[in-house]
């Protein structure tokens, strides 16, 4: 039996029908019912939203839920051929899979850190909130958690749009250094990308931004991840393409 990192609870296969609003998806199910569900992903999601791919979605029974479906993968062609890749889109999981991986110490490059804090509020004017903030190094270690579903072939890109809230982030973690660590985690939620590089077309200054970030100090974990509608498992690191 595979020890997945997280494991999804059940989910509802279907076809995409249709994406509008940003936040809205139509979807047919299998059994032929027609549903819309929520998409956490307000982002373009280059090259992963085509009309007629197959989709995982979840299903809560929440009354207050305006929508009781979200759009949890989609599948997607490999430009090698190699065959088709589910991708994670619901961007409000990659957090939660980091804590259980910062839990579990997956990754050595962190060091020995003792203290997990989430949403811990920083920058010039304490108006940010960095997504984990890990102590008991002999530094403090800023983490920024960005969703990275764009590819070409092998390599995962990041961003696939303009940024303005990403270029912040950038700057922010630059304030923090050198007096502690800054690290910026490229969640790359789909299993086919062994590269990784900033999307220079898409947002050529939170590039530039990135470089300068890394040249004072910035460091990057670009993560692979598996992921299926079973469930997410860390592959390890993709090769930096700066």
Request: proline residues 5%; neutral net charge; charged residues 20%.
């Amino acid at each position: 039996m595979n020890n997945y990192l997280y494991q999804y609870n059940q989910l509802y296969s279907g076809k995409l029908l249709k994406r509008y609003k940003r936040f809205l998806v139509d979807v047919e199910l299998e059994s032929g019912e027609m549903v819309t569900a929520h998409c956490a992903n307000t982002g373009p999601m280059t090259g992963v939203s085509q009309i007629g791919s197959a989709v995982q979605l979840s299903k809560t029974d929440n009354p207050q839920r305006k929508l009781a479906y979200t759009l949890e993968l989609i599948q997607v062609d490999n430009m090698d051929n190699s065959g088709p890749t589910w991708v994670g889109v619901n961007t409000n999981l990659p957090n939660n899979i980091i804590k259980l991986a910062l839990e579990k110490h997956l990754f050595p490059q962190l060091g020995e850190y003792k203290q997990i804090k989430g949403e811990v509020v920083y920058g010039k004017e304490k108006r940010s909130r960095v997504d984990f903030y890990l102590t008991g190094n002999e530094m403090p270690i800023y983490l920024e958690i960005k969703n990275t579903t764009w590819s070409q072939g092998s390599l995962a890109l990041f961003p696939d749009t303009e940024t303005t809230r990403g270029q912040k982030h950038l700057r922010e973690l630059m304030e923090v250094l050198p007096k502690n660590r800054a690290v910026m985690l490229y969640f790359i939620n789909r299993g086919d990308c062994v590269e990784f590089a900033p999307g220079d077309s898409a947002d050529p200054v939170y590039g530039q931004l990135l470089r300068q970030a890394i040249k004072v100090g910035l460091e990057v974990l670009p993560c692979r991840f598996d992921v299926s509608p079973q469930g997410v498992n860390y592959l390890g690191l993709a090769e930096l393409k700066i």
